[in-house]
């Protein structure tokens, strides 16, 4: 009888949990205008400061992750949010949760459209959002620079001023930047794990 009861409690448990990604990942896709760059912030809040879920560092690393890989920011960053937390079931709920709202309001948007797209107070409401998303990406991004420099890694922050003369002032294809970062983090990791070996034999 007990050990039914202990059954029972986890099982109540993995729902509640269940539960509570697909219902975060949705109300933050369903309110969250400007794209995935702008829902990755609210993600890291969410789950990072408010759940204590995912540690900075490593969300972080999700969001590097997500933007090296094909498809949308945002999808790929609630798949490796979710696996994190609960596995496959997890990334299954995450992606759900985040694909949904948009796919509604796209849908109801094409039905609506010619009404819509007349609307003078619509029009500038859009307006109002993009300034709002613009600000809510220059946020990102200082935070984003802010926990690099914060390590003080020279390497790292040679890389990211690099990449960044390199993409503004000479054309760069952001996936040549992005294989060649990969691969000088790669290397770095590597020379320090060889190290470490080497000190520890000693």
Same mark, same amino acid.
């Given at each position: 009888? %007990?050990?039914?009861?202990?059954?029972?409690?986890?099982?109540?448990?993995?729902?509640?949990?269940?539960?509570?990604?697909?219902?975060? $990942? /949705? $109300?933050?896709?369903?309110?969250? @205008?400007?794209?995935?760059? =702008?829902? +990755?912030?609210?993600?890291?809040?969410? /789950?990072?400061?408010?759940?204590?879920?995912?540690?900075?560092?490593?969300?972080?690393?999700?969001?590097?992750?997500?933007? &090296? $890989?094909?498809?949308?920011?945002?999808?790929? $960053? &609630?798949?490796? +949010?979710?696996?994190?937390?609960?596995?496959?079931? *997890?990334?299954?709920?995450?992606? @759900?949760?985040?694909?949904?709202?948009? !796919?509604?309001?796209?849908?109801?948007?094409?039905?609506?459209?010619?009404?819509?797209?007349?609307?003078?107070? =619509?029009?500038?409401?859009?307006?109002?959002?993009?300034?709002?998303?613009?600000? +809510? !990406?220059?946020?990102?991004?200082?935070?984003?620079?802010?926990?690099? +420099?914060? %390590?003080?890694?020279?390497?790292?922050?040679?890389?990211?001023?690099? &990449? /960044?003369?390199?993409?503004?002032? /000479?054309?760069?294809?952001?996936?040549?930047?992005?294989?060649?970062?990969?691969?000088? *983090?790669?290397?770095?990791?590597?020379?320090?794990?060889?190290?470490?070996? *080497?000190? *520890? &034999?000693?």
């Amino acid at each position: 009888m %007990e050990r039914v009861i202990v059954i029972e409690k986890i099982i109540e448990k993995d729902a509640k949990l269940y539960l509570k990604l697909f219902t975060s $990942t /949705f $109300t933050l896709s369903a309110f969250t @205008l400007g794209g995935g760059y =702008v829902i +990755v912030p609210l993600m890291r809040k969410k /789950f990072v400061q408010e759940l204590g879920w995912i540690e900075e560092k490593e969300m972080l690393d999700y969001v590097a992750l997500a933007q &090296s $890989t094909p498809g949308p920011i945002a999808v790929n $960053t &609630s798949i490796l +949010v979710g696996f994190r937390i609960a596995g496959v079931l *997890g990334a299954l709920l995450t992606v @759900l949760g985040t694909v949904l709202p948009p !796919l509604i309001i796209i849908s109801l948007v094409f039905f609506l459209y010619d009404a819509f797209s007349s609307n003078a107070v =619509v029009n500038a409401a859009l307006l109002g959002m993009r300034i709002g998303v613009a600000a +809510v !990406l220059l946020d990102v991004v200082v935070r984003m620079i802010w926990l690099i +420099v914060k %390590e003080k890694n020279l390497l790292s922050i040679f890389i990211l001023l690099a &990449s /960044f003369v390199a993409l503004q002032f /000479f054309n760069v294809s952001i996936v040549l930047i992005i294989a060649l970062a990969a691969l000088i *983090g790669a290397a770095e990791t590597l020379i320090k794990s060889q190290r470490e070996r *080497g000190q *520890g &034999s000693k």
